[in-house]
């Protein structure tokens, strides 16, 4: 039996592929945490284009790595326990599929398997501005119990770096999962 707690990390074509790197960084630290990466072939585009990085760079930052189209992965089966999944960054193609159900590749069909297991779904949808059918995709997921999670930064925490943003949104969402986040963030404890 596994002691470890699973987390799947799924990175798609929209921008914020630092999103994805940082999170798999984070759980690499972490004994009890193993991670399961799923990336798009037009993820790979934004990971060498924003970030200089290669696949394998990447792959190396995960426990496990599933091919985008291997329907037949451990992943993508409710029998298999997860704590939930993160789609950071998301594409509007990607929360579409999600939203209709329409299991094409083994990104949507993994958040199908967590929502249709009532495990937490958190997207990170990356487009702007955003038209009527990116609201309403957003709006179903919401109705399955998915968490929309721009990646919008905080101006209150004050950071006077790019990283410090990134790190601020991935404690963030990773705190959502009870994975421990300390030194990404100082949470909101008012004025």
Known sequence: MNAKKRLIIGMTGATGA??????LQVLQQQEQWESHLIISSAGVVNLKHELDMKRAALYELADVVHGVNDIAASISSGGFKTEGMIIAPCSMKTLSAVAHGFGDNLISRAADVVLKERRRLVVMPRETPLNLVHIRNMASVT?????????MPAFYSKSDSMMGM???????????????????????EGL
């Open 18 to 23: 630092i999103y994805g790197v940082r999170m």
């Open 166 to 188: 990134v790190n601020e949104t991935v404690g963030r969402v990773l705190d959502m999962f009870g994975v421990d986040v300390t030194g990404l963030y100082t949470p909101w």
């Open 143 to 151: 109705e399955m119990g998915g968490i929309m999670f721009p990646p």
